[in-house]
């Protein structure tokens, strides 16, 4: 049996809204007009669904979860900034909305494999 069209079709609507909504979040962060990443429930309160349903709608059509897009677009963030701004590290977590500078370190690290220092070191 076939996928109805309108399935489909909703299932890139809720996709291309999520990718949307996170980059005018990231807007929002990064000009500090707002001081906390929304969660998955957040997203899907915004959404009008289900976080259930919107966490499996997103990783059915992308293969990956809400969350490693949030995380990815953090860490363009924090690439950009450790090589474009003069600000410090505790700067830097603080901005990306960071409670503390180690725990922006250990984030940054498992996904880079160096720390936020040695990367600007290696700039």
Same mark, same amino acid.
């Given at each position: 049996?076939?996928?109805?069209? @309108?399935?489909?079709?909703?299932?890139?609507?809720?996709?291309?809204?999520?990718?949307?909504?996170?980059?005018?979040?990231?807007?929002?962060?990064?000009?500090?007009?707002?001081?906390?990443?929304?969660?998955?429930?957040?997203?899907?309160?915004?959404?009008?669904i289900h976080?259930?349903?919107?966490?499996?709608?997103?990783?059915?059509?992308?293969?990956?979860?809400?969350?490693?897009?949030? &995380?990815?677009?953090?860490? %363009? &963030?924090?690439?950009?900034?450790?090589?474009?701004?003069?600000?410090?590290?505790? &700067?830097?977590?603080?901005?990306?909305?960071?409670? &503390?500078?180690?725990?922006f370190t @250990?984030?940054?690290?498992?996904?880079?494999? %160096?720390?936020? @220092?040695?990367?600007?070191? @290696?700039?």
């Open positions: 049996m076939a996928i109805p069209q @309108k399935i489909i079709t909703r299932k890139d609507e809720i996709t291309a809204k999520f990718f949307d909504l996170l980059e005018r979040h990231f807007e929002e962060i990064l000009s500090g007009k707002c001081d906390k990443m929304y969660k998955i429930k957040d997203f899907a309160a915004l959404l009008f976080p259930t349903h919107f966490s499996n709608t997103i990783k059915l059509t992308t293969g990956y979860s809400p969350c490693h897009f949030a &995380e990815e677009r953090t860490m %363009v &963030e924090a690439r950009k900034m450790l090589s474009e701004t003069p600000l410090s590290i505790a &700067e830097i977590s603080y901005k990306l909305t960071f409670n &503390e500078p180690t725990n @250990k984030f940054f690290k498992s996904f880079e494999g %160096v720390t936020p @220092k040695q990367f600007r070191k @290696k700039l």
